[in-house]
């Protein structure tokens, strides 16, 4: 065994387990944006999901809130080492999106109003764990954090989580979004400090 100071075993006594490494936390949920946010109305805000084999299922305002739509509280973990605890959204499943679509081509790559784009694997968006999000703490979600409508993949890093989504076509072959162009994590697990390549 090893030999740790009394600094050390009272660091990890105190460490908030629901804390990845490196992070700290916050409440305030700070807004960040590679451009400007861009003015979406929802009269004309669509969202399309393309399979590799082409098939392509496609909603507008109205019919994505026909969906089933789930509450969920989740952390979200930035790279930039803020995390928050326990934000309430409101948004439909991609599972439920996906239903029909062939999943199994591995790599997927989100797009965006206003040209941002994030590649993830495609079992990053399935199983429970990933949303269409339009609302944040009981309101409409903010144009700054993506309103109307963004993509949330709370156990990646916020990078991966698109605001303004507009397309999510899935693929045989990889490609490197936005910023994995510029050197950030192919994957982006907090919990694994999947920060830069
Ligand atoms: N369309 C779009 N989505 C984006 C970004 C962006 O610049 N454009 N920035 C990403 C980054 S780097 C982060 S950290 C989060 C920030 O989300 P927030 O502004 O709601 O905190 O959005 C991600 N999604
Ligand atoms: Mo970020």
Redesign the pocket.
């Known amino acids: 065994m090893g030999i740790f100071s009394p600094g050390f075993t009272g660091r990890r006594r105190d460490a908030n387990p629901l804390l990845p490494p490196g992070q700290y936390e916050v409440s305030n949920?700070?807004?960040?944006?590679?451009?400007p946010t861009p003015n979406i109305n929802t009269d004309n805000w669509a969202l399309s999901l393309r399979a590799a084999n082409g098939d392509l299922k496609a909603w507008n305002w109205q019919t994505l809130l026909e969906q089933p739509i789930e509450q969920f509280t989740v952390d979200l973990h930035?790279?930039?080492r803020w995390s928050q605890f326990g934000m309430g959204w409101r948004g439909v499943s991609l599972d439920h999106l996906l239903e029909g679509i062939d999943t199994s081509a591995e790599f997927a790559m989100a797009s965006?109003y206003?040209g941002?784009t994030t590649n993830v694997r495609t079992s990053d968006l399935v199983g429970g764990k990933a949303w269409i999000a339009f609302e944040f703490d009981g309101k409409p979600l903010a144009p700054?954090?993506?309103g109307p409508a963004r993509l949330l993949i709370p156990h990646l890093y916020?990078?991966k989580?698109?605001?303004?989504v507009n397309n999510i076509t899935l693929m045989d072959h990889h490609e490197f979004g936005f910023?994995e162009t510029y050197g950030y994590h192919d994957l982006g697990d907090p919990w694994k400090e999947e920060r830069y390549s």
């Not at 949920?29 to 451009?35: E, I, K, M, Q, R």
């Open positions: 949920f700070p807004v960040l944006s590679a451009g930035c790279v930039t965006c206003g941002y700054d954090h993506g916020l990078w989580s698109a605001k303004w910023w």
